[in-house]
Protein backbone atom coordinates (compact mmCIF):
# COMPACT_ATOMS: atom_id res chain seq x y z
CA UNK A 1 0.00 0.00 0.00
CA UNK A 2 2.74 2.75 1.08
CA UNK A 3 4.38 1.68 -2.43
CA UNK A 4 0.91 3.03 -4.13
CA UNK A 5 1.33 6.07 -2.59
CA UNK A 6 4.78 6.51 -3.35
CA UNK A 7 3.51 6.46 -7.06
CA UNK A 8 0.33 7.98 -6.98
CA UNK A 9 1.35 11.36 -5.02
CA UNK A 10 3.62 12.48 -7.85
CA UNK A 11 1.13 11.80 -9.84
CA UNK A 12 -1.52 14.06 -8.62
CA UNK A 13 1.10 16.74 -7.67
CA UNK A 14 2.21 16.22 -11.70
CA UNK A 15 -1.68 17.02 -12.25
CA UNK A 16 -1.91 20.34 -9.94
CA UNK A 17 -2.10 24.05 -11.44
CA UNK A 18 0.17 27.14 -11.22
CA UNK A 19 -2.66 29.90 -10.87
CA UNK A 20 0.04 32.65 -9.74
CA UNK A 21 2.50 31.62 -12.70
CA UNK A 22 -0.73 31.65 -15.74
CA UNK A 23 -2.22 34.73 -14.49
CA UNK A 24 1.52 36.14 -15.37
CA UNK A 25 1.15 34.96 -19.04
CA UNK A 26 -0.86 37.69 -21.01
CA UNK A 27 -3.27 36.62 -24.75
CA UNK A 28 -0.45 37.67 -26.95
CA UNK A 29 2.13 34.95 -24.46
CA UNK A 30 -0.09 32.38 -25.10
CA UNK A 31 -0.92 32.52 -28.61
CA UNK A 32 2.90 32.89 -29.62
CA UNK A 33 4.31 30.84 -31.81
CA UNK A 34 6.91 27.89 -30.82
CA UNK A 35 10.01 28.75 -30.79
CA UNK A 36 12.02 26.97 -34.03
CA UNK A 37 15.03 24.16 -33.23
CA UNK A 38 17.91 24.99 -34.98
CA UNK A 39 20.84 22.29 -35.81
CA UNK A 40 23.07 22.48 -32.41
CA UNK A 41 26.00 22.21 -34.68
CA UNK A 42 26.35 25.51 -36.14
CA UNK A 43 25.72 27.08 -32.65
CA UNK A 44 28.88 25.06 -31.59
CA UNK A 45 30.99 26.37 -34.41
CA UNK A 46 29.97 30.07 -33.65
CA UNK A 47 30.88 29.38 -29.82
CA UNK A 48 34.06 28.14 -31.29
CA UNK A 49 36.68 25.78 -29.46
CA UNK A 50 38.08 26.52 -26.11
CA UNK A 51 41.20 28.50 -27.00
CA UNK A 52 44.52 28.65 -24.87
CA UNK A 53 43.07 31.48 -22.84
CA UNK A 54 40.44 28.96 -21.07
CA UNK A 55 42.63 26.49 -20.61
CA UNK A 56 45.66 28.33 -19.11
CA UNK A 57 42.33 30.16 -16.47
CA UNK A 58 41.95 26.65 -15.36
CA UNK A 59 45.42 25.67 -14.87
CA UNK A 60 46.00 28.84 -13.10
CA UNK A 61 42.60 28.84 -11.06
CA UNK A 62 43.90 24.52 -10.41
CA UNK A 63 47.28 25.38 -9.21
CA UNK A 64 45.56 28.66 -6.96
CA UNK A 65 43.10 25.92 -5.41
CA UNK A 66 45.97 23.17 -4.71
CA UNK A 67 47.84 26.06 -2.97
CA UNK A 68 44.76 26.86 -0.40
CA UNK A 69 44.23 23.32 -0.24
CA UNK A 70 47.50 22.61 0.53
CA UNK A 71 47.67 25.49 3.16
CA UNK A 72 44.53 24.73 4.80
CA UNK A 73 46.22 21.06 5.57
CA UNK A 74 49.66 22.84 6.67
CA UNK A 75 47.45 24.01 9.81
Same mark, same amino acid.
Given at each position: ?? &????????????????????????????????? #???????????? $??? $??? #?? $????????????????? &???
Amino acid at each position: MW &RLSFILAPALAACAGFPELDARLDDADRNAPWP #ALVPVAPLLAEA $GAP $GAT #AS $GDLDARLAALRARADAL &RAR
